[in-house]
């Protein structure tokens, strides 16, 4: 399985994160992590907040609100 700051990095890279990257999130970050990955995970949170990368779930509420 990736490491939580494998992740965050390919979402900051693409600008995109996936549901099942999100998902995947989630379940690791009930386990035992190193402090890189907290931080990755803080710049990932920062980055979706300003826009810098788009969650696939939003764009997936948004599209069930508007049909």
């Known amino acids: 399985m990736k490491l939580i700051r494998e992740i965050a990095q390919q979402a900051l890279n693409t600008g995109y994160l996936t549901v099942e ?3 995947k999130l ?5 386990n035992k992590y190193e ?3 907290l931080e990755a995970f ?3 949170q920062q980055a979706t907040m300003i826009g810098i990368v788009k969650q696939e779930s939003r764009e997936l509420f948004v599209a069930s609100k508007n049909s």
Request: without cysteine.
């Open 21 to 23: 990257a999100e998902e």
């Open 26 to 30: 989630r379940i690791m970050l009930r």
């Open 35 to 37: 402090l890189e990955d």
């Open 42 to 44: 803080i710049d990932l």
